[in-house]
């Protein structure tokens, strides 16, 4: 019988080897809104102008970022964009320090989740866009139009509903 004395640590470390010589991300990634399409290009323009959450919300300030990257190391990748700094209502935009002179990422093979998942349909529910550079594109599920439907379709469904009520209350 084979017995496994690994550590957790040296079972990640492993998985992450026979992982490291991956091909780009590509394919198709469906979310809740938007199925995204296409393949990454190699541009590294997200990695250079990069809006980052933390628990789903924007990260507002350089205090409450250092105070992230204390939480949680995937974070210690990034520094802020010093230059958008004065944008005080505006949350704040980052670059990645592994990014060199020819666009290449230094740490491709060991990069954090959040940079493995970019760019997720919260890029766009958050307002943000893809560079022009980028082989990603993002399709809604739904036609506006239909959610419109939908909504029209409930409001007047709430109004016989509302109506009714009053027409019982009446006869009471």
């Known amino acids: ?10 079972v990640i470390n492993a998985l992450k080897l026979f992982f490291k010589h991956e091909p780009p991300q590509s394919g198709t990634v469906k979310g809740k809104y938007y199925t995204r399409t296409g393949q990454c290009h190699q ?25 992230i990257q204390q939480r949680d190391s995937d974070y210690q990748i990034f520094e802020p964009l010093t230059h958008l700094a004065y944008l005080a209502d505006e949350p704040l935009r980052f670059r ?3 990014i060199d002179e020819n666009n290449q990422c230094g740490i491709y093979s060991n990069r954090p989740t959040l940079c493995r998942m970019y760019p997720s349909e919260n890029t766009l529910l ?8 980028c082989g990603y ?15 029209r379709r409930t409001q007047q469904f709430k109004d016989r509903i509302k109506k009714s009520l009053k027409r019982l209350m009446a006869m009471r």
Not at 44 to 66: G, N, V
Not at 126 to 133: A, F, H, P, R
């Open 137 to 151: 594109q993002f399709e809604a599920l739904q036609k506006f139009e239909s959610v419109l439907k939908k909504t």
């Open 43 to 67: 541009c590294a323009d997200c990695c250079k102008d990069i809006s980052l959450l933390y628990r789903k919300a924007p990260i507002l300030s350089i205090s409450q970022f250092r105070d």
């Open 1 to 10: 019988m084979y017995r496994m004395n690994a550590t957790v640590t040296q």
């Open 96 to 98: 990645c320090i592994h």
């Open 126 to 133: 958050l307002g943000g866009e893809l560079s022009k550079q």
